[in-house]
């Protein structure tokens, strides 16, 4: 069996250009054009590189982007001003603080501080619980990605035995919560979990966000099944080069290949569907904002 690779970087781009079209709608119709705000403290590359990319997909997309670069040893209060602003501004729906934090600055108070409205990353408390109730909310971009690309392979992912490997507040909880949300049987299952080969095993979706390079081998894989690999892994690759890198996800991409029925690749399957749902969350946010109608398929 050779496994269906499920294009993320494709489907992310279709995302995108849904997006757009409901941008340009509600322009057009309504006056209203989507803002997203992304605050970023410090100078973390990789922080960089993600806060760029957002902006200009942000732009590309129609929308308003306004990025708030701020210096490393930024205040607490200073930054909470700034969040507080950002949440009474009609022009912004959605704001982003871009993690991680320098360390003398609370992530959690941070979050939380933001407009559950307007929390677009799905990290605020109040969100988290509106969605472990079964409740409209924000929902977190990673796992809203994961079940959009599940949704458009299968159709419909009711009754199927779901398994997460991952138990992080941004991926592996909320993943459970939405996969439970389309009538999935869900087990959450970590580094800890007894036998966890066997209960991989019997999964008819595997959704590996442990954050370990290839920890879940081919031989977890029940024939057939749909494997979404989360994880972004850098490896030394000495046969590259001196210094040279490569990235991995956290399930073993060949052995899983052979014998899943679908599976995203690494890079290029979960990792573009982030921001896709980034732009998404900030219409539905704006849409809400506004008493608009919500757009089809972008949301949970």
């Given at each position: 069996m050779t496994a269906t690779i499920i294009d993320g970087k494709a489907f992310a781009a279709r995302v995108r250009?849904?997006?757009?079209?409901?941008?340009?709608?509600?322009?057009?119709?309504?006056?209203?054009?989507?803002?997203?705000?992304?605050?970023?403290?410090?100078?973390?590359?990789?922080?960089?590189?993600?806060?760029?990319?957002?902006?200009?997909?942000?732009?590309?997309?129609?929308?308003?982007?306004?990025?708030?670069?701020?210096?490393?040893?930024?205040?607490?209060?200073?930054?909470?001003?700034?969040?507080?602003?950002?949440?009474?501004?009609?022009?912004?729906?959605?704001?982003?603080?871009?993690?991680?934090?320098?360390?003398?600055?609370?992530?959690?108070?941070?979050?939380?501080?933001?407009?559950?409205?307007?929390?677009v990353d799905g990290f605020h408390i109040s969100n988290v619980g509106l969605l472990?109730?079964?409740?409209?909310?924000?929902?977190?971009?990673?796992?809203?990605?994961?079940?959009?690309?599940?949704?458009?392979?299968?159709?419909?992912?009711?009754?199927?035995?779901?398994?997460?490997?991952?138990?992080?507040?941004?991926?592996?909880?909320?993943?459970?919560?939405?996969?439970?949300?389309?009538?999935?049987?869900?087990?959450?299952?970590?580094?800890?979990?007894k036998d966890l080969a066997d209960v991989v095993r019997r999964a008819d979706i595997v959704v590996a966000a442990v954050g370990r390079p290839e920890m879940v081998p081919g031989d977890w894989i029940k024939p057939g099944a749909t494997v979404i690999d989360v994880g972004i892994n850098r490896l030394d690759a000495p046969e590259r080069g001196a210094g040279k890198t490569r990235l991995v996800g956290d399930v073993h991409y060949e052995s899983c290949a052979a014998v899943a029925g679908a599976i995203t690749p690494v890079p290029g399957g979960v990792g573009p569907m982030t921001i896709a749902c980034l732009l998404a969350n900030t219409v539905t946010a704006c849409c809400r904002a506004n008493g608009l109608v919500e757009p089809e398929g972008l949301t949970a």
């Open positions: 250009g849904q997006v757009a079209e409901h941008v340009t709608r509600l322009r057009a119709e309504h006056g209203i054009t989507p803002g997203l705000a992304v605050v970023l403290v410090g100078e973390d590359p990789a922080s960089e590189v993600y806060v760029r990319s957002k902006g200009k997909m942000t732009v590309e997309a129609g929308m308003k982007s306004v990025e708030l670069r701020l210096d490393a040893d930024t205040s607490e209060a200073d930054l909470l001003a700034v969040i507080d602003q950002l949440n009474t501004d009609p022009e912004i729906h959605g704001i982003l603080v871009q993690l991680p934090l320098p360390g003398h600055l609370n992530e959690d108070l941070v979050i939380n501080s933001i407009s559950p409205a307007k929390d472990g109730t079964g409740q409209k909310s924000m929902v977190p971009c990673t796992p809203l990605g994961c079940l959009m690309m599940l949704r458009d392979h299968h159709g419909s992912i009711s009754g199927m035995d779901a398994v997460v490997v991952g138990r992080s507040n941004i991926v592996g909880k909320p993943m459970a919560q939405l996969l439970l949300g389309d009538s999935c049987t869900v087990t959450i299952a970590h580094s800890r979990t």
